[in-house]
T-cell receptor
Framework: GAVVSQHPSRVICKSGTSVKIECRSL??????MFWYRQFPKQSLMLMAT?????????EQGVEKDKFLINHASLTLSTLTVTSAHPEDSSFYIC???????????????FGPGTRLLVL | RKEVEQDPGPFNVPEGATVAFNCTYS??????FFWYRQDCRKEPKLLMS???SGNEDGRFTAQLNRASQYISLLIRDSKLSDSATYLC???????????FGSGTRLLVRP
């Protein structure tokens, strides 16, 4: 299977600071990556679709000026949480779309997630 | 109405039991369907894709009912290691973005 990494795996920051999370596809090129957020005991909620070389597409209700996404290369997308607040504390997971599809028909490979805690 | 809905559970079953989960979706144009497994504080892992004709992988069987807009997952001979949250996911359009259900928690007891 394809491998996707995320860095950092865990971050604690003070309210008002910005945090950058990296998502890398290690052994394949990904023109499209996705960013999800998961609050405790809830499901993954898609935040945005990150497209290499173009602007990200944000889901309804997600502030694009607060969650900055940059997809500068075929293997790297970054999510920056600007002016983080305690309510931004969550589990942030990225996924990368691989083409052609995986053997199991999967369309996305997930990173291990980044746990953000804003104090 | 949520796009993808699941019973949150938990389903508490003894080892060896058979358990079934359902997941309903609202968009009739949905094209691809998946079951993921998520362990506590980890990322989701693909368990199996769901094909129109139904498919089986060992103890796991997935089925799709387009007319009623639901997918199902059957786990036979439950193992302790099957304890996890099972998420269904639906890909509604050509963008390949996945919409996840809230997950069904399974607890398999000795």
């Amino acid at each position: 299977g394809a491998v996707v990494s995320q860095h950092p795996s865990r971050v604690i920051c003070k309210s008002g600071t910005s945090v950058k999370i990296e998502c890398r596809s290690l052994d394949f090129q990904a023109t499209t990556m996705f960013w999800y957020r998961q609050f405790p005991k809830q499901s993954l909620m898609l935040m945005a679709t990150s497209n290499e070389g173009s602007k990200a597409t944000y889901e309804q209700g997600v502030e694009k000026d607060k969650f900055l996404i940059n997809h500068a290369s075929l293997t790297l997308s970054t999510l920056t949480v600007t002016s983080a607040h305690p309510e931004d504390s969550s589990f942030y997971i990225c996924s990368a779309r691989k083409f052609p599809l995986g053997q199991g028909g999967e369309t996305q490979y997930f990173g291990p997630g980044t746990r953000l805690l804003v104090l | 109405r949520k796009e993808v809905e699941q019973d949150p559970g938990p389903f508490n079953v003894p080892e060896g039991a058979t358990v079934a989960f359902n997941c309903t979706y609202s968009n009739s144009a949905s094209q691809s369907f998946f079951w993921y497994r998520q362990d506590c504080r980890k990322e989701p892992k693909l368990l199996m894709s769901v094909y129109s004709s139904g498919n089986e992988d060992g103890r796991f069987t997935a089925q799709l009912n387009r007319a009623s807009q639901y997918i199902s997952l059957l786990i036979r001979d439950s193992k302790l290691s099957d304890s996890a949250t099972y998420l269904c996911a639906v890909n509604a359009d050509s963008s390949y973005k996945l919409i996840f259900g809230s997950g069904t928690r399974l607890l398999v007891r000795p």
